[in-house]
């Protein structure tokens, strides 16, 4: 190697130490704010230790409960100008992309989930397994892994509902279809990278009770059976 290329090298490898050293002394609770203020939908009540080690009490995403969660920043893509937040906790494991690539990688867990609305009291649960939907520029990249999304209503005599189906990109956007085991129930969520959400639930055939209950949530009368759309923005 010579002179040049050594010195180089060299100074590389010093900023690379330098900057190690600066992520590792800075409180979690500065970087956890700029981080999940650069999403929008995420919060937290307390941050405490350091990015290589610390933990967030009190999480939610996006409206859903998470609890508490271990955190840890990859250091390799900060020198890239990206970040990879990874969160472990008893109920969901995660990485959090920004930067070049944007999103939610790896997840598996569940969360609870708010009522819908229309549906006062009713209790929404949604499983992951290794799901993630990931956009680049303005184009979903990676779409993979299950979505699981379990419907308990208040009214015990009226079935549960249970949707199961895959992540994936379709035509730019992430999706994720869910079908429920009856085949009667589905509803596919279109995810833009600039966190534009659409989400279109159709019931085919549903039993009486779960026909009135649907009905009272708003959802119309179409050829297909009953239908209804929701949209928005994951920075709502």
Excluded: K, Y
């Excluded at 190690?20 to 981080?35: C, D, F, K």
């Excluded at 955190?71 to 906790?89: D, K, N, T, Y």
């Amino acid at each position: 190697m010579t002179g040049p290329s050594r010195r180089a090298s060299t100074v590389a490898v010093l900023l690379v130490a330098a900057m190690v050293v600066v992520i590792a002394t800075v409180p979690l609770r500065l970087v956890a704010a700029r981080v999940l203020a650069a999403d929008g939908g995420i919060g937290a009540v307390d941050a405490r230790g350091t990015p290589w080690r610390g933990t967030l009490r009190g999480v939610t995403v996006h409206g859903a409960i998470v609890s508490n969660v271990d955190v840890r920043l990859r250091a390799v893509p900060l020198l890239l100008g990206r970040s990879v937040l990874v969160l472990r906790g008893d109920r969901l494991q995660a990485q959090l992309l920004h930067g070049a690539r944007v999103g939610i990688a790896h997840a598996t867990g569940t969360l609870d989930l708010p009522a819908p609305p229309g549906l006062p009291g009713a209790r929404v649960t949604l499983a992951l397994a290794d799901a993630s939907l990931v956009f680049s520029g303005s184009s979903c990249r990676i779409g993979s892994g299950t979505v699981a999304l379990t419907l308990l209503l208040p009214d015990p005599a009226l079935p549960v509902l249970r949707m199961t189906g895959p992540a994936s990109c379709v035509a730019g956007h992430g999706r994720v279809a869910l079908m429920a085991e009856t085949g009667e129930v589905g509803a596919v969520l279109h995810l833009a990278a600039d966190g534009r959400w659409r989400v279109q639930a159709t019931a085919s055939a549903p039993a009486p009770g779960l026909r009135l209950a649907l009905q009272l949530a708003g959802f119309r009368e179409v050829d297909a059976g009953l239908q209804r759309e929701w949209e928005g923005r994951l920075t709502d």
